[in-house]
Protein backbone atom coordinates (compact mmCIF):
# COMPACT_ATOMS: atom_id res chain seq x y z
CA UNK A 1 0.00 0.00 0.00
CA UNK A 2 3.11 2.43 0.16
CA UNK A 3 2.76 2.24 -3.81
CA UNK A 4 -0.31 3.69 -3.49
CA UNK A 5 0.65 7.25 -1.77
CA UNK A 6 3.58 7.98 -3.92
CA UNK A 7 1.72 7.08 -7.23
CA UNK A 8 -0.97 9.26 -6.29
CA UNK A 9 1.00 11.77 -5.41
CA UNK A 10 2.65 11.37 -8.71
CA UNK A 11 -0.62 12.12 -10.54
CA UNK A 12 -1.79 8.40 -11.20
CA UNK A 13 -5.28 7.55 -10.74
CA UNK A 14 -4.57 3.93 -8.42
CA UNK A 15 -7.76 0.67 -8.88
CA UNK A 16 -5.86 -1.33 -5.63
CA UNK A 17 -6.97 -5.03 -6.10
CA UNK A 18 -6.28 -7.60 -4.14
CA UNK A 19 -8.01 -10.61 -4.94
CA UNK A 20 -7.37 -12.99 -1.85
CA UNK A 21 -8.57 -11.00 0.35
CA UNK A 22 -11.60 -10.14 -1.36
CA UNK A 23 -11.87 -13.98 -2.52
CA UNK A 24 -12.26 -13.59 -6.10
CA UNK A 25 -11.66 -16.03 -8.29
CA UNK A 26 -8.97 -15.87 -11.12
CA UNK A 27 -11.83 -14.60 -13.66
CA UNK A 28 -13.23 -12.19 -11.65
CA UNK A 29 -9.52 -10.27 -10.92
CA UNK A 30 -9.18 -10.30 -14.82
CA UNK A 31 -12.31 -8.67 -15.31
CA UNK A 32 -11.66 -6.24 -12.50
CA UNK A 33 -8.51 -5.81 -14.35
CA UNK A 34 -10.21 -5.16 -17.49
CA UNK A 35 -12.56 -2.52 -16.47
CA UNK A 36 -10.00 -0.60 -15.14
CA UNK A 37 -8.04 -0.26 -18.37
CA UNK A 38 -4.75 0.13 -16.78
CA UNK A 39 -1.97 2.10 -18.56
CA UNK A 40 0.61 0.02 -16.13
CA UNK A 41 0.51 -2.44 -13.90
CA UNK A 42 2.21 -3.18 -10.65
CA UNK A 43 2.07 -6.52 -9.43
CA UNK A 44 2.82 -8.18 -6.03
CA UNK A 45 4.06 -11.58 -5.94
CA UNK A 46 5.92 -14.47 -3.58
CA UNK A 47 7.67 -17.23 -3.01
CA UNK A 48 4.67 -19.38 -1.60
CA UNK A 49 2.56 -18.63 -4.65
CA UNK A 50 4.90 -17.92 -7.23
CA UNK A 51 3.68 -20.84 -9.58
CA UNK A 52 -0.29 -19.05 -9.49
CA UNK A 53 1.15 -15.71 -10.28
CA UNK A 54 3.38 -16.78 -12.67
CA UNK A 55 -0.21 -18.34 -14.32
CA UNK A 56 -2.39 -15.25 -13.96
CA UNK A 57 0.16 -12.73 -14.78
CA UNK A 58 0.51 -14.46 -18.47
CA UNK A 59 -3.07 -15.03 -18.44
CA UNK A 60 -3.63 -11.05 -18.02
CA UNK A 61 -0.62 -10.97 -20.82
CA UNK A 62 -2.41 -13.02 -22.71
CA UNK A 63 -5.13 -10.72 -22.80
CA UNK A 64 -3.35 -7.57 -23.08
CA UNK A 65 -3.83 -6.32 -19.57
CA UNK A 66 -0.03 -6.34 -18.42
CA UNK A 67 0.66 -2.39 -20.22
CA UNK A 68 4.19 -1.59 -18.35
CA UNK A 69 4.64 -4.48 -16.04
CA UNK A 70 6.47 -4.29 -13.08
CA UNK A 71 6.67 -6.80 -10.47
CA UNK A 72 7.61 -6.40 -6.70
CA UNK A 73 8.04 -9.48 -4.29
CA UNK A 74 10.27 -11.75 -2.65
CA UNK A 75 11.19 -13.96 -5.98
CA UNK A 76 11.56 -11.16 -8.54
CA UNK A 77 13.62 -9.14 -5.78
CA UNK A 78 16.37 -11.78 -5.02
CA UNK A 79 15.68 -13.84 -8.03
CA UNK A 80 15.62 -10.98 -11.12
CA UNK A 81 16.43 -13.97 -13.91
CA UNK A 82 14.01 -16.10 -12.67
CA UNK A 83 11.24 -13.66 -12.92
CA UNK A 84 11.99 -12.17 -16.42
CA UNK A 85 11.92 -15.71 -17.51
CA UNK A 86 8.83 -16.90 -15.72
CA UNK A 87 6.83 -13.62 -16.74
CA UNK A 88 7.95 -12.51 -19.97
CA UNK A 89 5.72 -9.48 -20.06
CA UNK A 90 7.54 -7.96 -17.17
CA UNK A 91 9.01 -4.72 -18.03
CA UNK A 92 10.62 -3.93 -14.46
CA UNK A 93 11.40 -4.80 -10.95
CA UNK A 94 10.95 -2.90 -8.23
CA UNK A 95 13.47 -3.92 -5.35
CA UNK A 96 12.62 -0.77 -2.83
CA UNK A 97 8.92 -0.02 -1.89
CA UNK A 98 9.02 2.87 -0.53
CA UNK A 99 11.25 4.87 -3.71
CA UNK A 100 9.94 6.78 -6.20
CA UNK A 101 11.38 3.58 -8.87
CA UNK A 102 7.55 2.79 -10.60
CA UNK A 103 6.81 5.96 -11.05
CA UNK A 104 9.94 7.17 -12.44
CA UNK A 105 10.65 4.38 -14.53
CA UNK A 106 6.77 4.85 -16.32
CA UNK A 107 8.04 8.58 -17.08
CA UNK A 108 11.07 6.93 -18.95
CA UNK A 109 13.37 8.14 -16.25
CA UNK A 110 17.03 6.42 -17.26
CA UNK A 111 17.61 6.35 -13.77
CA UNK A 112 14.55 4.92 -11.87
CA UNK A 113 15.45 4.52 -7.84
CA UNK A 114 14.76 1.29 -6.95
CA UNK A 115 14.08 -0.85 -10.10
CA UNK A 116 15.88 -3.54 -11.66
CA UNK A 117 15.39 -3.45 -15.57
CA UNK A 118 15.13 -5.92 -18.01
CA UNK A 119 18.58 -5.80 -18.96
CA UNK A 120 19.58 -6.81 -15.09
CA UNK A 121 20.77 -3.36 -14.52
CA UNK A 122 19.96 -2.64 -11.11
CA UNK A 123 19.27 0.99 -9.71
CA UNK A 124 20.08 1.89 -6.53
CA UNK A 125 17.39 3.29 -3.80
CA UNK A 126 17.82 6.96 -3.45
CA UNK A 127 18.39 7.87 0.24
CA UNK A 128 18.64 6.16 4.07
CA UNK A 129 15.97 7.31 4.90
CA UNK A 130 12.05 6.85 3.18
CA UNK A 131 9.60 9.58 2.65
CA UNK A 132 6.11 8.99 1.67
CA UNK A 133 1.98 10.51 1.85
CA UNK A 134 -0.17 8.83 3.33
CA UNK A 135 -1.00 5.67 1.96
CA UNK A 136 -4.70 4.93 0.39
CA UNK A 137 -6.40 3.51 2.96
CA UNK A 138 -9.90 4.72 1.07
CA UNK A 139 -9.14 2.37 -0.99
CA UNK A 140 -8.92 -0.98 1.47
CA UNK A 141 -12.11 -2.31 2.77
CA UNK A 142 -12.17 -1.87 6.10
CA UNK A 143 -12.76 -5.63 6.78
CA UNK A 144 -10.72 -7.13 4.36
CA UNK A 145 -8.11 -8.55 6.57
CA UNK A 146 -7.81 -10.30 9.97
CA UNK A 147 -5.59 -10.98 12.67
CA UNK A 148 -6.24 -12.79 16.22
CA UNK A 149 -5.40 -9.47 17.56
CA UNK A 150 -7.11 -6.87 18.66
CA UNK A 151 -10.60 -8.45 19.49
CA UNK A 152 -11.43 -8.92 15.92
CA UNK A 153 -11.79 -5.11 15.06
CA UNK A 154 -10.65 -4.12 11.66
CA UNK A 155 -6.73 -2.89 11.67
CA UNK A 156 -5.18 -0.54 9.13
CA UNK A 157 -1.45 -1.18 8.41
CA UNK A 158 1.21 1.90 8.61
CA UNK A 159 4.85 1.53 8.33
CA UNK A 160 7.08 3.79 9.88
CA UNK A 161 10.36 2.17 9.40
CA UNK A 162 11.46 0.13 6.23
CA UNK A 163 13.08 -3.09 6.32
CA UNK A 164 15.58 -4.60 8.85
CA UNK A 165 19.08 -3.87 10.96
CA UNK A 166 19.78 -7.49 11.25
CA UNK A 167 20.37 -10.33 8.99
CA UNK A 168 18.99 -13.86 10.30
CA UNK A 169 19.63 -16.74 7.98
CA UNK A 170 16.03 -17.64 7.47
CA UNK A 171 14.80 -13.92 6.89
CA UNK A 172 15.54 -11.67 3.39
CA UNK A 173 13.93 -8.36 5.20
CA UNK A 174 17.72 -7.94 6.69
CA UNK A 175 18.86 -7.69 2.89
CA UNK A 176 16.40 -4.89 2.60
CA UNK A 177 18.68 -2.39 4.35
CA UNK A 178 17.08 -0.49 6.95
CA UNK A 179 15.48 3.08 6.70
CA UNK A 180 13.89 5.62 9.16
CA UNK A 181 10.62 7.45 8.15
CA UNK A 182 9.71 11.07 8.95
CA UNK A 183 8.10 10.56 12.26
CA UNK A 184 5.80 13.69 11.13
CA UNK A 185 4.90 11.81 8.18
CA UNK A 186 4.10 8.67 10.40
CA UNK A 187 1.83 10.50 12.49
CA UNK A 188 0.04 12.06 9.73
CA UNK A 189 -0.89 8.51 8.34
CA UNK A 190 -2.01 7.27 11.66
CA UNK A 191 -4.17 10.37 11.98
CA UNK A 192 -5.48 9.50 8.62
CA UNK A 193 -6.77 6.01 9.80
CA UNK A 194 -8.41 7.38 12.34
CA UNK A 195 -10.12 9.45 10.75
CA UNK A 196 -11.34 6.62 8.47
CA UNK A 197 -13.13 5.03 11.40
CA UNK A 198 -9.83 2.68 12.52
CA UNK A 199 -9.19 2.29 16.55
CA UNK A 200 -6.70 -0.75 15.20
CA UNK A 201 -3.30 -0.90 13.57
CA UNK A 202 -0.68 -3.29 12.64
CA UNK A 203 2.29 -1.05 12.69
CA UNK A 204 3.96 -3.46 9.91
CA UNK A 205 7.77 -2.33 10.65
CA UNK A 206 9.62 -5.90 10.45
CA UNK A 207 11.96 -4.02 13.65
CA UNK A 208 10.55 -1.25 15.05
CA UNK A 209 12.78 -0.43 17.26
CA UNK A 210 16.13 -1.67 14.55
CA UNK A 211 17.08 2.47 15.77
CA UNK A 212 16.03 2.75 19.41
CA UNK A 213 15.86 6.49 19.99
CA UNK A 214 13.95 7.12 16.72
CA UNK A 215 11.56 4.52 17.92
CA UNK A 216 11.16 6.15 21.14
CA UNK A 217 10.43 9.64 19.98
CA UNK A 218 8.34 8.16 17.83
CA UNK A 219 5.91 5.98 20.43
CA UNK A 220 6.25 9.68 22.72
CA UNK A 221 5.12 11.60 19.62
CA UNK A 222 2.26 9.38 19.12
CA UNK A 223 1.23 9.74 23.04
CA UNK A 224 0.71 13.60 22.93
CA UNK A 225 -1.85 13.23 19.83
CA UNK A 226 -4.37 11.43 21.80
CA UNK A 227 -5.74 9.31 18.70
CA UNK A 228 -7.06 6.71 20.94
CA UNK A 229 -5.42 3.93 18.28
CA UNK A 230 -4.50 0.19 19.91
CA UNK A 231 -1.48 -1.16 17.49
CA UNK A 232 0.45 -4.26 17.62
CA UNK A 233 4.09 -4.53 16.42
CA UNK A 234 7.33 -6.59 15.63
CA UNK A 235 10.49 -5.34 17.93
CA UNK A 236 13.80 -6.86 18.43
CA UNK A 237 14.32 -8.15 22.48
CA UNK A 238 17.62 -6.59 22.50
CA UNK A 239 18.07 -4.01 22.78
CA UNK A 240 14.46 -3.61 24.70
CA UNK A 241 13.72 -2.19 28.00
CA UNK A 242 11.46 -1.09 30.56
CA UNK A 243 11.42 2.46 29.40
CA UNK A 244 10.50 1.62 26.21
CA UNK A 245 8.21 -0.60 27.02
CA UNK A 246 6.18 1.74 29.09
CA UNK A 247 6.66 4.49 26.34
CA UNK A 248 4.77 2.16 23.67
CA UNK A 249 2.33 1.35 26.14
CA UNK A 250 1.44 4.97 26.68
CA UNK A 251 1.18 5.07 22.53
CA UNK A 252 -1.43 2.73 22.23
CA UNK A 253 0.81 -0.43 22.10
CA UNK A 254 -1.29 -3.44 23.17
CA UNK A 255 1.23 -6.30 21.46
CA UNK A 256 4.82 -6.90 20.90
CA UNK A 257 5.44 -9.61 19.08
CA UNK A 258 9.03 -10.88 18.81
CA UNK A 259 11.15 -13.27 17.00
CA UNK A 260 12.93 -15.61 19.86
CA UNK A 261 13.57 -18.39 17.23
CA UNK A 262 14.82 -21.11 19.83
CA UNK A 263 15.68 -22.26 22.81
CA UNK A 264 19.10 -22.32 21.85
CA UNK A 265 21.57 -19.40 22.36
CA UNK A 266 24.23 -20.83 20.35
CA UNK A 267 21.74 -22.05 17.33
CA UNK A 268 20.00 -18.58 18.05
CA UNK A 269 23.37 -16.94 17.02
CA UNK A 270 24.30 -18.55 14.31
CA UNK A 271 20.88 -17.66 12.66
CA UNK A 272 22.18 -13.87 13.39
CA UNK A 273 20.87 -12.95 16.67
CA UNK A 274 23.45 -13.62 19.51
CA UNK A 275 20.75 -12.74 21.86
CA UNK A 276 20.80 -14.50 25.33
CA UNK A 277 17.74 -16.41 26.86
CA UNK A 278 18.11 -14.06 29.20
CA UNK A 279 17.37 -11.09 27.22
CA UNK A 280 14.31 -12.75 26.07
CA UNK A 281 12.66 -13.61 29.44
CA UNK A 282 13.25 -9.46 30.55
CA UNK A 283 12.09 -7.86 27.36
CA UNK A 284 8.75 -10.28 28.24
CA UNK A 285 8.59 -9.13 31.48
CA UNK A 286 9.26 -5.06 30.66
CA UNK A 287 6.11 -5.83 28.17
CA UNK A 288 3.88 -7.38 30.79
CA UNK A 289 4.32 -5.09 33.36
CA UNK A 290 3.74 -2.13 30.87
CA UNK A 291 0.60 -3.72 30.10
CA UNK A 292 1.41 -5.01 26.38
CA UNK A 293 0.81 -8.85 25.82
CA UNK A 294 3.68 -10.55 23.94
CA UNK A 295 3.53 -13.09 20.95
CA UNK A 296 6.54 -15.19 20.50
CA UNK A 297 7.85 -16.56 17.24
CA UNK A 298 9.94 -19.55 16.55
CA UNK A 299 11.30 -21.63 13.90
CA UNK A 300 11.45 -25.32 13.90
CA UNK A 301 13.78 -27.25 11.54
CA UNK A 302 16.60 -25.10 11.44
CA UNK A 303 19.63 -26.91 10.27
CA UNK A 304 21.24 -27.63 13.57
CA UNK A 305 18.14 -28.89 15.15
CA UNK A 306 17.05 -31.96 16.64
CA UNK A 307 13.48 -33.47 18.36
CA UNK A 308 15.41 -32.71 21.78
CA UNK A 309 15.99 -29.31 20.80
CA UNK A 310 12.39 -28.60 19.28
CA UNK A 311 10.96 -29.76 22.64
CA UNK A 312 12.96 -27.67 24.36
CA UNK A 313 12.19 -24.64 22.23
CA UNK A 314 8.27 -25.76 22.98
CA UNK A 315 9.04 -25.86 26.42
CA UNK A 316 10.88 -22.68 26.24
CA UNK A 317 7.81 -20.58 24.70
CA UNK A 318 5.71 -21.86 27.46
CA UNK A 319 8.23 -20.50 30.72
CA UNK A 320 8.57 -17.13 28.68
CA UNK A 321 4.96 -16.70 29.82
CA UNK A 322 3.68 -15.63 26.51
CA UNK A 323 0.18 -14.66 25.49
CA UNK A 324 0.63 -15.58 22.17
CA UNK A 325 2.70 -18.06 20.00
CA UNK A 326 3.92 -18.69 16.88
CA UNK A 327 5.68 -21.81 15.54
CA UNK A 328 6.55 -21.91 12.12
CA UNK A 329 8.67 -24.38 9.89
CA UNK A 330 12.04 -23.34 8.38
CA UNK A 331 11.47 -22.22 4.87
CA UNK A 332 14.58 -21.16 2.71
CA UNK A 333 12.83 -18.01 1.24
CA UNK A 334 14.76 -16.34 -1.75
CA UNK A 335 17.53 -13.88 -0.86
CA UNK A 336 18.45 -15.69 2.69
CA UNK A 337 21.57 -18.07 3.70
CA UNK A 338 19.14 -20.94 3.67
CA UNK A 339 18.74 -20.33 -0.01
CA UNK A 340 21.82 -19.73 -1.06
CA UNK A 341 22.67 -23.23 1.02
CA UNK A 342 19.91 -25.33 -0.67
CA UNK A 343 20.92 -23.69 -4.15
CA UNK A 344 24.81 -24.58 -3.94
CA UNK A 345 23.86 -28.47 -2.61
CA UNK A 346 25.00 -27.45 1.19
CA UNK A 347 21.58 -28.28 2.35
CA UNK A 348 18.68 -30.47 1.37
CA UNK A 349 14.87 -28.85 0.69
CA UNK A 350 14.14 -25.72 1.09
CA UNK A 351 11.22 -24.22 -1.21
CA UNK A 352 8.49 -22.17 0.17
CA UNK A 353 6.32 -22.99 -2.58
CA UNK A 354 6.36 -26.54 -2.04
CA UNK A 355 5.37 -26.36 1.38
CA UNK A 356 8.01 -24.56 3.44
CA UNK A 357 10.65 -27.15 2.42
CA UNK A 358 10.95 -30.41 0.42
CA UNK A 359 13.19 -32.91 3.06
CA UNK A 360 13.89 -30.20 5.33
CA UNK A 361 17.13 -29.06 6.96
CA UNK A 362 17.48 -31.33 9.54
CA UNK A 363 17.47 -35.16 9.82
CA UNK A 364 13.60 -34.99 11.11
CA UNK A 365 10.91 -35.85 8.35
CA UNK A 366 8.40 -33.74 7.32
CA UNK A 367 5.66 -35.93 9.28
CA UNK A 368 8.00 -35.40 12.26
CA UNK A 369 8.31 -31.54 12.13
CA UNK A 370 4.63 -31.16 11.82
CA UNK A 371 3.86 -33.55 14.39
CA UNK A 372 6.78 -31.40 16.90
CA UNK A 373 4.74 -28.42 15.22
CA UNK A 374 1.46 -29.23 16.62
CA UNK A 375 2.21 -30.76 19.63
CA UNK A 376 3.91 -27.25 20.66
CA UNK A 377 0.56 -25.46 19.41
CA UNK A 378 -1.53 -27.21 21.50
CA UNK A 379 0.62 -27.10 24.66
CA UNK A 380 1.26 -23.99 24.47
CA UNK A 381 -2.55 -22.70 24.16
CA UNK A 382 -3.92 -25.28 26.11
CA UNK A 383 -2.65 -23.04 29.36
CA UNK A 384 -4.31 -20.35 31.20
CA UNK A 385 -2.55 -16.84 30.10
CA UNK A 386 -3.35 -17.92 26.64
CA UNK A 387 -6.63 -18.94 27.06
CA UNK A 388 -7.40 -15.93 29.05
CA UNK A 389 -6.04 -13.71 26.60
CA UNK A 390 -8.28 -15.02 24.02
CA UNK A 391 -11.41 -14.58 26.19
CA UNK A 392 -10.44 -10.98 27.44
CA UNK A 393 -11.05 -10.21 23.97
CA UNK A 394 -14.74 -11.02 23.85
CA UNK A 395 -16.75 -7.97 23.00
CA UNK A 396 -18.77 -6.17 19.76
CA UNK A 397 -16.22 -8.65 17.27
CA UNK A 398 -16.51 -11.42 19.76
CA UNK A 399 -17.45 -13.81 16.91
CA UNK A 400 -14.74 -12.37 14.31
CA UNK A 401 -12.42 -12.86 16.94
CA UNK A 402 -12.85 -16.07 17.76
CA UNK A 403 -12.96 -17.08 14.04
CA UNK A 404 -10.16 -15.68 12.99
CA UNK A 405 -8.58 -17.31 16.37
CA UNK A 406 -10.08 -20.62 15.00
CA UNK A 407 -8.45 -20.38 11.39
CA UNK A 408 -5.06 -19.24 12.69
CA UNK A 409 -5.19 -22.50 14.80
CA UNK A 410 -6.80 -24.91 12.82
CA UNK A 411 -3.86 -23.83 9.66
CA UNK A 412 -1.50 -26.06 12.32
CA UNK A 413 -3.50 -29.38 11.36
Known amino acids: MVQSGILTAQGHDITFIDAIASRMSAEHAIDRIRAAKPDAVLALTGDAS???????????????????????????????????TDIPDAQAILTDFTDLGAAAFWANDPQPPGIIDRTGTEHPATTRRWSSPSARHDLIAMNAYRLPFHAGQPFASVLVNYGCPFSCTFCNTGELGYKLRDIGEAIEELRLVHSLGYRAVYIRDATANGQRTHWLS?????????LDLQWNVFCTFRPFDAQLAHAMADAGCRIVQFGFETAS??????????????????AVRYCHEAGIRVCGHFVLGLPGQDEREILETATFARKLDLDYASFNLATARPG??????TQSG????????ADGFVDGFTDLSQQALKRLRRQAIVRFYLRPRPIRTIVDGFGPGTWRHLATTARAFSRAF
Not at 268 to 281: C, D, H, I, L, V
Not at 336 to 341: A, G, K, N, Q, V
Open 50 to 84: WSNDVRFLRRLGAAGLTPQLILSGDVPRFEAQRAF
Open 346 to 353: QLPGGDAS
Open 336 to 341: THLREH
Open 265 to 282: ESLRGETGKPFSNEAAQA
Open 218 to 226: FCRTLAQQN
